[in-house]
């Protein structure tokens, strides 16, 4: 088992920086990838970032719409992945979720209870 809990989220104008954090505890060493996905009202759940681990190299990805003002980043010694929001847009307002994917899993397994992210115009 693995837990996540998310944090950092809250109320920023546009143009504004967050920084969101995924925790992780449990069987962390199992993990092999971490990512962080969104849902907006009324909108299905979207991917925004990813960081994997798996091979000893560390890889990240973004979503377009992100590229450029958002970085993921892992601290190992704190079992905690970050997501740094910078620049950011009213239509970057969403519940922002992380999950991750470990051994054994082709799909993202355990899930957050997610954190709120409101970007006013």
């Known amino acids: 088992q693995v837990q996540l809990v998310e944090s950092g989220g809250g109320l920023v104008q546009a143009g504004g920086s967050l920084r969101l954090s995924c925790a992780t505890s449990g069987r962390t060493f199992d993990i092999y990838r971490l990512g962080w996905f969104r849902q907006a009202p009324g909108k299905e759940r979207e991917f925004v970032a990813a960081?994997?681990?798996?091979?000893?190299?560390?890889?990240?990805s973004y979503v377009d719409s992100v590229k450029g003002r958002f970085t993921i980043s892992r601290d190992n010694a704190k079992n905690t992945v970050y997501l740094q929001m910078s620049s950011l847009k009213p239509e970057d307002t969403a519940i922002y979720y992380c999950a991750t994917k470990v051994r054994g899993a082709s799909e993202y397994k355990y899930w957050g209870q997610g954190t709120q992210v409101t970007v006013s115009s």
């Open positions: 960081i994997d681990w798996s091979g000893g190299t560390t890889y990240s």
